[in-house]
């Protein structure tokens, strides 16, 4: 038999409609097993988990079928409370399927620790620039010590105390700057 009268022949045809048959079952199996097994439709809206803190989103996400994991703490943010939820991925009122999981952000619990640096002998402009911009504020409390240099710093103080450089501070304390007076 040559090819020709095969393409013309029933068994031919017979062979193309049960190939046809198979993958169109295949298929449909297939849809239907990824249906299934995918939880197509099925939709859980993300709660808002912002300034709750973990045993609260815990609870929440557990009666919700839905997991979290802690990615990361922020810097400080004294509007929530310690240890508290500041940012989630997904956000909230987004849909997700059962078991998933929100990736959360963590208030922590205080500012972080700033180094103090060394700042004696420099002048009063120069040592304020420097603290603000490390994250510390500069107070108006100065006080005057009998030096040549005028508006040279020649100590810190925090709360009253003597600071020194290498000592370390939380963010946004309050430095008061021990300066000479220039009549020495």
Excluded: C
Aim: proline share 4%.
């Amino acid at each position: 038999m040559s090819i020709v009268q095969f393409i013309k022949s029933k068994t031919f045809f017979k062979q193309i409609a049960i190939a046809l048959v198979g993958i169109i079952a295949f298929i449909l199996l297939l849809q239907w097993w990824l249906g299934f097994s995918t939880n197509h439709n099925q939709k859980i809206q993300v709660p808002d988990l912002q300034k709750m803190n973990l045993a609260a989103v815990q609870q929440k996400l557990t009666e919700l079928d839905l997991d979290f994991i802690v990615i990361d703490s922020a810097s400080y943010n004294p509007s929530y409370p310690k240890k508290s939820v500041i940012e989630q991925t997904p956000a909230a009122g987004e849909f997700v399927k059962e078991k998933r999981k929100i990736y959360l952000t963590l208030n922590p619990s205080k500012y972080r620790d700033i180094t103090i640096p060394q700042l004696n002998g420099k002048t009063k402009r120069q040592a304020t620039t420097h603290l603000r911009s490390i994250g510390l504020k500069v107070g108006t409390k100065i006080t005057w010590v009998s030096d040549i240099g005028k508006n040279v710093v020649r100590g810190l103080k925090h709360n009253g105390k003597k600071i020194k450089a290498g000592d370390k501070l939380p963010k946004n304390s309050t430095i008061n700057l021990v300066l000479g007076d220039g009549k020495q």
